[in-house]
C-alpha cells in the first residue's frame, strides 16, 4: 500500500489516519479506515473537478480514468453497508481488499492529467467535466431531428406520405367542423332547453 499512496503524497496526513485505524486490528479501526478513505477518494474527486452532485455522480465521470471500476464499485458498496447496516463488520483481509480497491482508483484519479490517453479519451473527459451527459443528450437530439426530416421528407414527397397526409388532414376536418360543431349545437340546443324548463318551473311554482 505505500507504493500506492507515493504518488498521492499530497493526501498523507489523512492517509495517516487511515493506516492508523487499520493498525488497532479491531472492527472499529477497520471500519473507520474505509469511512476515512471514502472521504479521500471525494476530496480527490473535487480537487480534480470533475462534475457531479455526489460522489456517485462525480464516479461516474472518473469512470474513464480508472484502471478497474468494479473494484472501487465493490469497495464502496462495503462502505455503504457499515453506514446503512448496524452491526456490519469487516476482516483486517477483507478491509485490506476494500482499500486497495479505493487506492488503486485514487491514484488512477490524481495521476489523471499525468495519463496518456487518447483524444477521443480527452474530449470525452472534456465534455463530461463541462456539459455533463451533453454527448448522450445530443445524440438523442440528432436522432430526433434526422427522424423529424424523415418524417416530413415522407409526408410531402412521396405518394403515399402525400395519401396520408391528406387522410390525416379530411379527418382533422371532419373532426373540427362535423364532430366538434355538431356537439356544440347540441350542447346549444340543451342549455336552451334547460333554460325553458327552469323558466316554466318559476312560473308554475308562482
Request: charged share 25%; hydrophobic share 40%.
Given at each position: 500500500?505505500?507504493?500506492?499512496?507515493s504518488?498521492?503524497?499530497?493526501?498523507?496526513?489523512?492517509?495517516n489516519?487511515v493506516?492508523?485505524?487499520?493498525?488497532?486490528?479491531?472492527?472499529?479501526?477497520?471500519?473507520?479506515?474505509?469511512?476515512?478513505?471514502?472521504?479521500?477518494?471525494?476530496?480527490?474527486?473535487?480537487?480534480k473537478?470533475?462534475?457531479?452532485?455526489?460522489?456517485?455522480?462525480?464516479?461516474?465521470?472518473?469512470?474513464?480514468?480508472?484502471?478497474?471500476?468494479?473494484?472501487?464499485?465493490?469497495?464502496?458498496?462495503?462502505y455503504?453497508?457499515?453506514?446503512?447496516e448496524?452491526?456490519?463488520?469487516?476482516?483486517?483481509?477483507?478491509?485490506?481488499?476494500?482499500?486497495?480497491?479505493?487506492?488503486?482508483?485514487?491514484?488512477?484519479?490524481?495521476?489523471?492529467?499525468?495519463?496518456?490517453?487518447?483524444?477521443?479519451e480527452?474530449?470525452?473527459?472534456?465534455?463530461?467535466?463541462?456539459?455533463?451527459?451533453?454527448?448522450?443528450?445530443?445524440?438523442?437530439?440528432?436522432?430526433?431531428?434526422?427522424?423529424?426530416?424523415?418524417?416530413?421528407?415522407?409526408?410531402?414527397?412521396?405518394?403515399?406520405?402525400?395519401?396520408?397526409?391528406?387522410s390525416?388532414?379530411?379527418?382533422?376536418?371532419?373532426?373540427?367542423?362535423?364532430?366538434?360543431?355538431?356537439?356544440?349545437?347540441?350542447?346549444?340546443?340543451?342549455?336552451?332547453?334547460?333554460?325553458?324548463?327552469?323558466?316554466?318551473?318559476?312560473?308554475?311554482?308562482?
Amino acid at each position: 500500500m505505500e507504493e500506492e499512496k507515493s504518488s498521492i503524497k499530497k493526501y498523507q496526513e489523512f492517509w495517516n489516519r487511515v493506516d492508523k485505524n487499520l493498525s488497532e486490528g479491531n472492527y472499529s479501526g477497520y471500519k473507520i479506515a474505509i469511512v476515512e478513505t471514502e472521504k479521500i477518494l471525494l476530496m480527490v474527486l473535487n480537487d480534480k473537478n470533475f462534475p457531479g452532485k455526489d460522489t456517485e455522480e462525480k464516479i461516474e465521470h472518473a469512470k474513464i480514468v480508472l484502471q478497474n471500476p468494479e473494484k472501487l464499485k465493490y469497495s464502496r458498496s462495503m462502505y455503504k453497508r457499515i453506514i446503512q447496516e448496524p452491526g456490519f463488520d469487516v476482516s483486517e483481509a477483507d478491509t485490506k481488499e476494500i482499500l486497495i480497491g479505493y487506492y488503486d482508483s485514487i491514484a488512477s484519479i490524481v495521476k489523471t492529467q499525468e495519463k496518456d490517453i487518447s483524444k477521443k479519451e480527452r474530449l470525452g473527459l472534456f465534455l463530461q467535466r463541462h456539459f455533463g451527459n451533453f454527448p448522450t443528450k445530443s445524440k438523442k437530439i440528432l436522432l430526433m431531428i434526422a427522424l423529424s426530416f424523415l418524417i416530413i421528407f415522407i409526408l410531402t414527397d412521396t405518394s403515399t406520405g402525400i395519401a396520408i397526409t391528406q387522410s390525416i388532414t379530411n379527418f382533422t376536418r371532419f373532426l373540427f367542423y362535423t364532430v366538434l360543431f355538431g356537439a356544440l349545437k347540441l350542447l346549444a340546443v340543451l342549455v336552451v332547453i334547460i333554460g325553458l324548463l327552469y323558466y316554466l318551473q318559476n312560473r308554475k311554482n308562482k
